[in-house]
Protein backbone atom coordinates (compact mmCIF):
# COMPACT_ATOMS: atom_id res chain seq x y z
CA UNK A 1 0.00 0.00 0.00
CA UNK A 2 2.77 2.87 0.84
CA UNK A 3 4.32 1.85 -2.55
CA UNK A 4 1.65 2.52 -4.66
CA UNK A 5 1.22 5.62 -2.48
CA UNK A 6 5.06 6.60 -3.13
CA UNK A 7 4.67 5.54 -6.74
CA UNK A 8 1.20 7.95 -7.26
CA UNK A 9 2.91 11.08 -5.52
CA UNK A 10 6.14 10.37 -7.97
CA UNK A 11 4.02 10.32 -10.71
CA UNK A 12 2.61 13.59 -9.97
CA UNK A 13 5.27 15.27 -9.34
CA UNK A 14 7.31 14.13 -12.55
CA UNK A 15 3.96 15.62 -14.48
CA UNK A 16 4.03 18.58 -13.12
CA UNK A 17 7.99 19.32 -13.50
CA UNK A 18 7.58 17.86 -17.33
CA UNK A 19 4.74 20.73 -17.74
CA UNK A 20 6.76 23.07 -15.95
CA UNK A 21 9.54 22.24 -18.22
CA UNK A 22 7.53 22.57 -21.53
CA UNK A 23 5.51 25.24 -20.69
CA UNK A 24 7.83 28.20 -21.19
CA UNK A 25 6.80 31.47 -20.09
CA UNK A 26 3.54 32.36 -22.19
CA UNK A 27 2.79 35.06 -20.07
CA UNK A 28 5.77 37.31 -20.68
CA UNK A 29 4.23 38.86 -24.17
CA UNK A 30 2.78 42.23 -23.32
CA UNK A 31 0.36 45.05 -25.35
CA UNK A 32 1.49 48.67 -24.78
CA UNK A 33 -1.89 50.91 -25.33
CA UNK A 34 -0.76 54.12 -26.87
CA UNK A 35 -3.06 57.13 -26.49
CA UNK A 36 -1.91 60.31 -28.49
CA UNK A 37 -3.57 63.17 -27.74
CA UNK A 38 -3.73 67.18 -29.08
CA UNK A 39 -3.78 66.07 -32.76
CA UNK A 40 -3.94 69.45 -34.58
CA UNK A 41 -5.79 68.47 -38.07
CA UNK A 42 -7.37 65.51 -39.34
CA UNK A 43 -5.15 65.63 -42.66
CA UNK A 44 -2.19 63.21 -43.18
CA UNK A 45 -0.31 60.23 -41.42
CA UNK A 46 0.66 59.91 -38.06
CA UNK A 47 3.50 57.66 -37.42
CA UNK A 48 4.82 55.73 -34.35
CA UNK A 49 7.87 54.53 -34.14
CA UNK A 50 9.02 51.82 -31.06
CA UNK A 51 12.28 51.54 -29.73
CA UNK A 52 13.88 49.15 -27.25
CA UNK A 53 17.46 50.36 -27.83
CA UNK A 54 18.97 53.54 -27.30
CA UNK A 55 21.31 52.74 -30.42
CA UNK A 56 19.02 54.65 -32.88
CA UNK A 57 16.51 56.34 -30.69
CA UNK A 58 14.61 58.96 -32.23
CA UNK A 59 15.64 58.48 -36.06
CA UNK A 60 12.75 57.15 -38.48
CA UNK A 61 13.49 53.62 -40.01
CA UNK A 62 15.80 52.61 -37.01
CA UNK A 63 12.67 51.73 -34.33
CA UNK A 64 12.11 48.23 -34.03
CA UNK A 65 8.24 48.30 -34.92
CA UNK A 66 6.81 51.08 -36.91
CA UNK A 67 2.99 51.44 -37.07
CA UNK A 68 1.24 54.44 -39.64
CA UNK A 69 -2.18 55.26 -38.83
CA UNK A 70 -4.42 57.22 -41.65
CA UNK A 71 -6.23 60.14 -39.82
CA UNK A 72 -9.78 61.13 -42.11
CA UNK A 73 -12.14 61.45 -39.32
CA UNK A 74 -10.32 61.11 -36.42
CA UNK A 75 -11.17 64.13 -33.96
CA UNK A 76 -8.18 64.93 -31.75
CA UNK A 77 -7.26 62.05 -30.05
CA UNK A 78 -6.18 58.20 -31.91
CA UNK A 79 -5.26 55.16 -29.71
CA UNK A 80 -3.00 52.24 -31.10
CA UNK A 81 -1.48 49.50 -29.55
CA UNK A 82 1.65 47.78 -30.13
CA UNK A 83 0.88 43.59 -29.14
CA UNK A 84 2.71 40.78 -28.28
CA UNK A 85 6.01 42.54 -26.82
CA UNK A 86 8.72 40.83 -24.69
CA UNK A 87 9.16 42.51 -21.20
CA UNK A 88 11.67 45.55 -21.11
CA UNK A 89 12.07 48.95 -21.84
CA UNK A 90 10.02 50.80 -24.79
CA UNK A 91 10.37 54.31 -26.21
CA UNK A 92 8.04 55.85 -28.40
CA UNK A 93 8.89 58.76 -30.90
CA UNK A 94 5.59 60.11 -32.90
CA UNK A 95 4.90 63.20 -35.83
CA UNK A 96 2.05 64.06 -37.32
CA UNK A 97 3.11 63.97 -41.11
CA UNK A 98 0.49 66.62 -41.97
CA UNK A 99 1.65 67.61 -45.98
CA UNK A 100 1.85 64.06 -46.67
CA UNK A 101 5.85 63.70 -47.45
CA UNK A 102 6.25 60.86 -45.55
CA UNK A 103 8.85 62.41 -43.56
CA UNK A 104 8.78 64.76 -40.30
CA UNK A 105 9.38 68.61 -41.62
CA UNK A 106 11.90 70.13 -39.26
CA UNK A 107 13.22 74.11 -39.55
CA UNK A 108 16.57 75.34 -39.58
CA UNK A 109 18.17 74.20 -36.49
CA UNK A 110 16.02 70.92 -36.33
CA UNK A 111 13.42 71.36 -34.67
CA UNK A 112 9.84 69.86 -35.66
CA UNK A 113 7.26 71.59 -37.90
CA UNK A 114 4.70 69.39 -37.85
CA UNK A 115 3.21 68.07 -34.74
CA UNK A 116 5.33 65.32 -32.78
CA UNK A 117 5.72 63.89 -29.10
CA UNK A 118 7.44 61.55 -27.68
CA UNK A 119 6.89 58.64 -24.25
CA UNK A 120 6.97 60.18 -20.58
CA UNK A 121 5.54 63.49 -22.52
CA UNK A 122 9.13 64.53 -22.94
CA UNK A 123 9.60 68.30 -24.92
CA UNK A 124 12.67 68.34 -26.01
CA UNK A 125 14.99 71.51 -25.76
CA UNK A 126 18.12 71.75 -27.56
CA UNK A 127 18.12 68.52 -29.16
CA UNK A 128 16.25 65.16 -28.99
CA UNK A 129 15.45 63.42 -25.56
CA UNK A 130 17.19 60.60 -24.56
CA UNK A 131 15.85 57.14 -24.96
CA UNK A 132 16.13 56.81 -21.13
CA UNK A 133 14.27 59.73 -20.30
CA UNK A 134 11.58 58.90 -22.51
CA UNK A 135 11.78 54.67 -22.09
CA UNK A 136 8.91 52.89 -20.34
CA UNK A 137 8.90 49.82 -18.73
CA UNK A 138 7.14 47.25 -19.88
CA UNK A 139 6.45 44.43 -17.32
CA UNK A 140 2.88 43.95 -18.10
CA UNK A 141 0.13 45.32 -20.34
CA UNK A 142 0.36 49.04 -19.96
CA UNK A 143 -1.28 52.06 -21.36
CA UNK A 144 0.44 55.53 -22.23
CA UNK A 145 -0.51 58.89 -23.41
CA UNK A 146 1.70 61.12 -25.55
CA UNK A 147 0.28 64.80 -26.18
CA UNK A 148 1.31 66.26 -29.44
CA UNK A 149 3.44 69.21 -29.56
CA UNK A 150 3.15 72.05 -31.93
Not at 8 to 23: G, N, P, R, T, Y
Not at 74 to 98: C, E, H, M, R, W
Given at each position: ?????M?S????L???????L???????????G??????????G??????F?????F?????????????L?????????????????K?????Y????G???????????????????????????????????????M???I???L??
Amino acid sequence: MKSNYMNSHVIILLIIMLFMLFSGDVSAQHNLGVHIDNIHSQQGKLYLGLFDTDVHFPHAGKERTALTMELDGIQNTAYIVFSNLPPGKYALAVYQDINGDNKCNTNAIGYPKEPFGFSNNIRPVLSAPSFSKTAVHLDMDTQIRIKLIK
